[in-house]
């Protein structure tokens, strides 16, 4: 096996903040796939309003989550097996992937590409700053979990 | 898809044969396993031989019972059998890593020529991850979006030949990504991943397009369905392959030697991964030294005996 692209040179504790990055997002994903789609029933599977372009993004975005949650898991793996503390950088790369993804789903996916809404035929509003507004929360939480984690590592 | 009369003629017709010469070859590796396990042997992995029976059983449900009955007429039917045919049997198949045992319980003469027919210049370019991920999506996206698809599935006998033909496509790509057999010429991580990806969303999209765009000559709830099976089956498998792929890579970048509780774990760890850089084509080597163990054994049987000494630790 040669060229290892998850499993290379970069310290644990920036490798496990990359691999909570991931996890974070793939987990975000799958929220949105089993609790909104399966479970509510709120989002569509498909979309008549679907353009092309937002198929192909949705299609590509979906292997992307399969791949960032399994290479997630195994990048965290491979940075604990190497033996040193890795702190809260894995909490801190989570709660950031967590944010992201529903950020850019509440943004990019639901308002720009239009490729599906919240919730349909209701009012909009609500939904968007809630979605939107628990995307910022769980971006801030990471954000202040970096901080303190890089803190505590200058600190030693 | 038009329903066929009297196909149920034509199923056993020919589904028999190909059935029967899917047995022959499980039986064939069961035998291989059970002599390779016997006491003094070189030894075999017991669950690559349940993955090969487990292989054998997917592809058998899409020739007999009622998936393979409805398939020719249904696209629900067809769907689940192409995703048993298409992607699960491969996968089972690449994971019972039958070239190895091939290489492992044949007999010097032959052991050599499959090995030279693994090396040669078409069953590389077969098994490149870029030439088999195109073979494989091309042929998903022709046969459900273009109307030469569609005369295709309409036909009983091509039905069997579509069938071969994922499964033989579906072990190309598979094989491509997770190369557990020996291959001289194993690409990158790097790039076997980007093709998976590529692939997986391609597969995603096209669910997507038959869910939404019924292929003609079939209803909307048949085609609703079809896309949702062939959207979240190929979701199971695509995450089993992934499990396994890195896995694989997960056992082969390991930190050897002991690094938990030592003081300079990270100048460890960087040691480590220089040995291992240069240790990089260990696995490879292995698989050639294997290679080149079949070989020798024509003139004297060192090189057989050797590699039986590197299996028993």
Known sequence: MNQSVEFDHRAPAAKSYAAGLLIGIGLMAAVDEIVFHQLLGWHHFYDRDTTRVGLVSDGLLHAAELVALVAGFFLLADARRWGSSVGLFPWAGLFVGLGVFQLWDGLVNHKVLRLHQVRYDVDLLPYDLLWNGAAALLLAVGVVLTIVAVTRRRRG | ?313
């Open chain 2, 1 to 313: 898809m038009t329903p066929v009369h009297g196909h149920g003629t034509s199923t056993i017709g020919l589904g028999t044969p190909i059935l029967a010469l899917a047995a022959v070859l499980t039986v064939a590796y069961v035998a291989a396993a059970i002599r390779l396990r016997r006491p003094g042997g070189r030894g075999w992995p017991a669950p690559r031989v349940v993955a090969a029976v487990l292989a054998f059983c997917a592809v058998s449900a899409t020739l007999v019972g009622p998936i393979a009955v409805g398939a020719s007429d249904d696209l629900a039917a067809h769907m689940a059998a192409h995703l048993a045919v298409g992607m699960l049997a491969p996968l089972l198949i690449v994971v019972a890593a039958p070239g190895t045992l091939a290489l492992r319980a044949l007999d010097v003469v032959p052991a050599r020529r499959l090995s030279r027919l693994l090396r040669s210049g078409p069953v590389r370019l077969a098994t490149h991850p870029l030439f088999a991920g195109t073979l494989y999506t091309a042929s998903m996206w022709l046969l459900y979006t273009t109307p030469f698809g569609v005369g295709l599935t309409g036909n009983p006998l091509l039905h069997w030949v579509l069938l071969v033909h994922f499964l033989v496509a579906g072990c190309l790509f598979t094989a491509s990504i997770v190369p557990v057999d020996p291959s001289p010429h194993r690409s990158s991580f790097r790039l076997r991943l980007t093709v998976f990806l590529l692939a997986a969303a391609a597969h995603s999209v096209l669910a997507k397009q038959i869910y939404a765009h019924p292929p003609p000559g079939t209803t909307t709830d048949e085609a609703q369905l079809g896309g949702l099976i062939m959207y979240y089956g190929g979701d199971t498998v695509g995450l089993a392959i992934l499990v396994v792929m890195f896995t694989r890579q997960y056992i082969a970048t390991r930190p050897r030697g002991r690094l938990r509780g030592h003081p300079s774990g990270v100048a460890a760890a960087r040691q480590h991964r220089d040995d291992q850089r240069n240790d990089r084509h260990y696995e490879q080597n292995r698989a050639e030294h294997l290679v080149v163990g079949a070989n020798h054994g024509a003139g004297d049987h060192q090189g057989a005996e050797h590699e039986t000494r590197d299996k028993t630790p």
